[in-house]
T-cell receptor
Framework: GAGVSQSPSNKVTEKGKDVELRCDPI?????LYWYRQSLGQGLEFLIY????????KSGLPSDRFSAERTGGSVSTLTIQRTQQEDSAVYLC???????????????FGPGTRLTVL | AQSVTQLGSHVSVSEGALVLLRCNYS??????LFWYVQYPNQGLQLLLK??????LVKGINGFEAEFKKSETSFHLTKPSAHMSDAAEYFC??????????FGTGTRLAVRP
């Protein structure tokens, strides 16, 4: 079946512009996660959705970052007024997990490579 | 807070040799531990996971890992390396809020 998909695969933007990154999770997966992978910081958690709610937003680095999920499916990560330090690969993952503490596997998408000039 | 440490950012082995990638964890509660692999320009793929059942966990592509509580370790091994195993490997622990906390990764090179 289809895996997690993300779009665009690559995004180049100018400093100060807003960007939107999209994630389509595996059908039926209630949990959705955003991570960021950068040279300096490695793999970092950003935000976790259970359904349309985000019980854990602790990894969002600043108020320029926001995310939403609608219909328990697609999620959008928005970065406002992008900075050069936002350049990274943004990874989305989904899992079946219907409750906290589940050991269900997180399946990752291929990521969106964001470059801020 | 839970965390993992991966010793060795780069490991190089000959084809056919043993692969050993090290991961130590820190956790105040019984941890759930994972190994993921990342091939160039791809996302992360789960190799195996420990969820407090058997301490020796077998994964895909011939990899396995053993959970050793006394050593707080979860090292990844494969008896015989293939060229196709060249990739970056990440150890992770499941933290509060269901997020994964990753180690810094180990890049495995396989020499012909």
């Amino acid at each position: 079946g289809a895996g997690v998909s993300q779009s665009p695969s690559n995004k180049v933007t100018e400093k100060g512009k807003d960007v939107e990154l999209r994630c389509d999770p595996i059908s039926g997966h209630t949990a959705l996660y955003w991570y960021r992978q950068s040279l300096g910081q490695g793999l970092e958690f950003l935000i976790y959705f259970q359904g349309n709610s985000a019980p854990d937003k602790s990894g969002l680095p600043s108020d320029r970052f926001s995310a939403e999920r609608t219909g328990g499916s697609v999620s959008t990560l928005t970065i406002q007024r992008t900075q050069q330090e936002d350049s990274a690969v943004y990874l989305c993952a989904s899992s079946l997990a219907s409750s906290s503490g589940s050991t269900d596997t997180q399946y990752f998408g291929p990521g969106t490579r964001l470059t801020v000039l | 807070a839970q965390s993992v440490t991966q010793l060795g950012s780069h490991v190089s082995v000959s084809e056919g040799a043993l692969v050993l990638l090290r991961c130590n964890y820190s956790s105040s509660v019984p941890p759930y531990l994972f190994w993921y692999v990342q091939y160039p320009n791809q996302g992360l793929q789960l190799l195996l996971k420990y969820t407090s059942a058997a301490t020796l966990v077998k994964g895909i592509n011939g990899f396995e890992a053993e959970f050793k509580k006394s050593e707080t370790s979860f090292h990844l091994t494969k008896p015989s390396a293939h060229m196709s195993d060249a990739a970056e490997y990440f150890c992770a622990v499941k933290s509060s809020g269901d997020k994964l906390t990753f180690g810094t990764g180990t890049r495995l090179a396989v020499r012909p």
